[in-house]
């Protein structure tokens, strides 16, 4: 698994520097890690290159830069207390005008989004459900392999509420053992299917080992922001979700054209972006 990991980030690189598509000022491969990080440690975090680089990348998607995120805390804001209950957010506590983004499922596996993410290096948290991706677990290594965070989506993405207990725990624990198996490390958070959850699923995470259960404040749409609160803005620390889609579902947008237009909005409220595992 280390190998191919590091064989995707190669293959990466060449394709970048094949098609020429910062040809001035190319950016850095991105740097897959030689060993799995052991439970509890630091994951590799997406690499950030030159200033100029990462300008000519932005122009070439049709965005402003974002602005560089802060420094990520000492102490993370959000921790589970030893033996306590799993914690449930929709955002980080936090005064930086930052955000967090979560990609779910896994259905739509463009090329040009692995060519974008290792362009840009935003950095994302991919929420991932093996019924939907155990037939390419392939296309998900160079996004790993750029650093970018995994994380648990259940099994098949039922309705959780509507499960038993043991049911809900094969579904949560089933997910983290193929992650694991998959990337080397268990996943630290987890996310509800439809944000459906209740006391028996913060149980079934908490004895499947994790450490939040995390639901969201913002969902990117096809061309605009769904927002929960009646002001209609991001917040400091707000967790925005989107969706791994293509074109079917995006009334012909491409992944890319919804990212990009994500970032727009991003960039416009005077928001960045930082790596929601630096806080959880």
Known sequence: MKKQIAMWAALTAVALLMTGCTAETPPPAPAAPEEAAPEGAAAPKPARAPEAARAAAYRKWGIEPLAAPPAPPAVKPVKRTPGGP??????????????????????????????????????????????????????????????????????????????????????????????????????????????????????????????????????????????????????PGDIVLAHFRGPGELKGRTMTEMTATLLRKIQEQGFTVARLEDYV
Not at 100 to 124: S, Y
Not at 141 to 156: C, E, I, R, Y
Not at 177 to 189: H, Q, S
Not at 216 to 233: A, F, L, P, T, V
Request: proline share 7%.
């Open 86 to 235: 799993v914690p449930v957010i929709s955002e980080i506590p936090t005064e930086d005008k930052v955000v967090f983004l979560t990609i779910d499922d896994g259905a739509e596996k463009d090329p040009e989004f692995v060519r974008m993410t290792a362009e840009l290096g935003v950095p994302f948290t991919m929420f991932l459900t093996d019924s939907v991706i155990s037939g390419n677990y392939g296309y998900f290594d160079p996004l790993v392999a750029q650093g970018h965070g995994v994380a648990n989506h259940t099994l098949t993405h039922p309705n959780l509420r509507t499960l038993s207990p043991d049911a809900q725990r094969r579904e949560i624990c089933g997910q983290q053992e193929k992650l694991r198996e998959r990337y080397g490390t268990a996943p630290r958070l987890f996310r509800p299917p439809f944000g459906n959850w209740n006391e028996a699923t913060r149980a079934a995470a908490g004895t499947c080992g994790v450490d939040a259960i995390v639901l969201w404040r913002e969902s990117m749409q096809i061309k605009n922001m769904q927002y929960q609160r009646g002001d209609r803005k991001l917040h």
